[in-house]
C-alpha cells in the first residue's frame, strides 16, 4: 500500500508540474503533448470507423458488425427483452436471493455497479453529441438499439458467471477473457477460445483511459463556474484521480457500497431536473415525440443521410449501454448467484434503464426546449446544460452536479473493469495491482484537456475494437446459452427453483 500511495503522488505530482507548465502558455499546451495524442486519436478514428460500399450506400463495417448480433440475439432468445422483464426486476429486489452462493457482492450490488458505469455521461452528453450531429431522430434509433441491446447483454452477463473464476478466498474474477477461454474450451474450441481471450484482453488494456468521463465532468461543471482555463483542466482531472485513488483501493466491495448509494442518488438528482423541464413544456412533448420520429425516417438528405443518422445513433448507444464490450460481465460475474442465467436477467435491464429510460429523457429535454436548432457550437453536455439553463437559470448547476457524479461513478466501476483485464493480462500480484490503480488514476488527469469530439474518437475506436473478439465468442456459444435459458425457466416453472418467502 505504501508503494501504492507513494507512486501515486510522485506521478500525480510531476504532471500537475507538467500540466501548470504547459498551461501558461494554451497554444504551447495544443502543439505540444495535447497535439500529438489528438492526432493519435484521429488516426485510430480514421482506422476502426472505416466506411465500406454496399450497394452504392456507405456504411461503417464495425457498426454493422456489432449491430447484428443485437438483432439476431433477440430473435433467437425468443425476445427475452420483453419476455423476462418482469422476472429480471423480482431477481433484482432479492426474491431468489441465496446467501450461500459463491459471490462477493449481492444481485443489486452488482447491477449498481454495472449501471454506475454505463448510466453515465454517455446518457446526457452522448444524446446531446447524437441529436447535434444526426438530429432528433438519432434518438428513435438510440432507443430501438437499446431495447435490442438488452438481448446482447443478457448474453454475455450470463457467460461471465458461468464461466467465472472462484477463489479459495472468496472472491472471484470474471469477463470475457474467462468466458472465452474457458467456454470455447470446454466446446473443444481451445485454441480459438485462448486466442479470442487474450486478443480482447490485449485491446482492453487501453480503456485505462476513461478520459470522456474527466472531460465532460469538466465541461458541465465549466459551463456554471465560467472557469475553463488549461490550468484548471489539469486541477480537475488531479482532483478527480485523487478521489478515485480512494475508492478503488478497496476493491470491488467499495467500489460496490458507492456505487449502490451513487447509482440512486446521482439518479434521482438528473432525473427529477429533467422532469421538471419536461413538465414545464408538457404541451409540446407529443410535438416533440413526432419531430424525432418523423426525423428518424427522413430521407431529405438522401438513403444515405438516414443510414448516416443511424450510424450515429449506433455508436452512441453502444457507449451508453456498452453491450458487446463484455465489460459489465466483469461485474455481473461478482454476484452471489448460482444460477448464472439469473444474472444475465438482471443484466438486460441495463440497456433499458440507461438506454431506453434516461437517455429518452435527455432528448426530450433538449428537443422540447429546442436548443438542438440554435446550438451556437455547442456540443455534448454543453447543449444539454444550455436545455436545462433554458427553463430554469440555475438548473445547469443541477446539471453539473448530477454529470460529476455520474462522470465519477462510471470511472470507479471502470476501475473495476480494467483491473481485471490488467490482472488477466499482468497478473494479481499485489506489487502488479499496485501499478494498475497508480496508471488508472494518473491517466485521468489529461482528459480535461482534449476537446470533446477527441474524446468520444478516443472511447468509440477503443470499445468496438474491444467488442470484436468478444461478439465472434458469444456466436459460438449462444446455443449453449439457448439451453441454458431454457433449463432455467423450466425449473422456474417446475418450482425446482423456489421464491424466497418475505
Known sequence: MYQFKRSLVAALCVLALGGSLLAEDGELARSGFVQMMADAIAALDAFVFARIDILGIQVTWIVAFLALPMILLT?????????????????????????NAAGEVTQFQALSTALSGTVGLGNIAGVAVAISTGGPGATFWMIIIGFCAMSLKFAECTLGVKYRDERADGTVAGGPMYYLERGLKARGWGKIGKMLAWTYALLAVPTLLQVAQVNQSFEAIAAVTGHSSEMSKWIFGVLMALLTAVVIIGGIKSIASVTSRLVPAMAIIYITGALVIIFSHISEVPAAFVTIFTSAFSLEAGLGGLIGTMIIAMQRAVYSTEAGLGSATMAHAAAKTKEPVSEGMVALMEPFVDTVVVSTMTAMVIVITGVYLDQSGAAGISL????????????????????????????????????????????????????????????????AVFSVSEVYMLMDSMFFLMAIPNVIGIYLLAPELKSDLKSYLARLKSGEIKARKN
Open 384 to 447: 444539454t446544460s444550455t436545455a436545462f439553463g433554458s427553463v430554469i437559470s440555475w438548473f445547469p448547476w443541477v446539471l453539473a452536479v448530477a454529470a460529476f457524479l455520474f462522470g465519477y461513478s462510471t470511472i470507479i466501476s471502470w476501475g473495476y473493469y480494467s483491473s481485471k483485464v490488467w490482472e488477466f493480462v499482468f497478473g494479481g500480484s499485489k506489487a502488479s495491482m499496485d501499478r494498475f490503480k497508480a496508471i488508472f488514476c494518473v491517466m485521468l488527469i489529461p482528459g
Open 75 to 99: 430473435v433467437y432468445f425468443g425476445f427475452i427483452n420483453l419476455t423476462s422483464f418482469k422476472r429480471a426486476w423480482r431477481i433484482v429486489r432479492g426474491d431468489y436471493h441465496d446467501e
